[in-house]
Every structure is written in C-alpha cells, then in structure tokens.
C-alpha cells in the first residue's frame, strides 16, 4: 500500500518464528530486509534477523576499512559499510560519535532502495547484485565472514 521495498531493521537476537515467517513472506512480495549482524563479538553466533535466508546482513567498519572490533562474524555477513565513530543526532541538540553495526545498515538500506524500484523478487535480487558488485573488496578475496561481498561506500568505490 506505502509502496515500501526496503525495510531497515537495527535490531538483533536469537531465531523467532514470528519473525522468520514475516521476513519470508515480505521476501516472497519482493521486499528487500536489510539487517544489523549484531555487536556481540566476533565469537557470537549468528544473531536474527540478519541470519535468516534473504536477509542481507549488514557488518560496520571504521574510515580505514578496519571491521568493527565488536561485530558479529559469518556466513550472514553480505556486505559491510561505514558504522564506526559516526557522527549522529545527539539528545537536545548537536552530534555525537557512535559505534555499531545499526549504523552501518542504512547506508545499504538506501543504496538498496536506490535500486529497486518496484518491489518483485526477481528485482530484488538484481538490486542486491548491483550493489554487491559496486563494494571494494576486503578481507578473503569474494564473499568472506567479516567483510561479506565487500565494504560499501555511498559515494562509490574510491
């Protein structure tokens, strides 16, 4: 109805059922979910909803590139963006610094929404290849568990 196709979820715990199946059925539609993987350590298993198939899971990295010392690693890493000591609205009034894998997630969610313009599957998926092929590359060479596809930058590959 609000011709939604891209929904940015900064939130992270163990598997629901609940939310499994909404996520499975938004995907169906051709919603894209763009997910934090969770600032429990490198150690932590995989954290939800960016671990459930379809969701893509985003991890945060410092100006160098450098992956955030707190953010969870695997196979659920799809990409990686900007999420360390950025600079946000503070309470009253100004800005402060802040650290996680939340704030890297709308930099992907909007690159995404970007380009998918219509909401529908196949769409989905040529919006996420796009993007995937438009990161740098880091860590293991292709899709790794720190880094996923690669670190994405809203101005482009430098």
Aim: charged share 20%; no cysteine.
């Amino acid at each position: 109805e609000n011709d939604v196709r891209v929904v940015n979820v900064s939130l992270v715990g163990p598997r629901n059922a609940v939310v499994e199946a909404a996520v499975r059925r938004a995907g169906a539609r051709g919603l894209l979910f763009v997910a934090a993987v969770g600032n429990d350590g490198p150690a932590a298993p995989p954290r939800y909803p960016a671990a459930y198939d379809g969701v893509v899971g985003v991890t945060a990295v410092d100006a160098q590139d450098g992956v955030y010392r707190r953010a969870g690693r695997g196979l659920h890493v799809d990409l990686a963006a900007r999420g360390v000591d950025v600079a946000v609205a503070a309470p009253g009034s100004g800005y402060a610094q802040k650290s996680g894998t939340s704030f890297a997630t709308p930099q992907v969610a909007a690159a995404l929404a970007k380009s998918l313009k219509t909401p529908d599957p196949k769409n989905a998926r040529a919006a996420f290849d796009a993007v995937a092929a438009s990161v740098d590359d880091r860590g293991d060479q292709g899709k790794d568990p720190v880094y996923g596809h690669g670190v994405y930058r809203s101005g482009g590959k430098p």
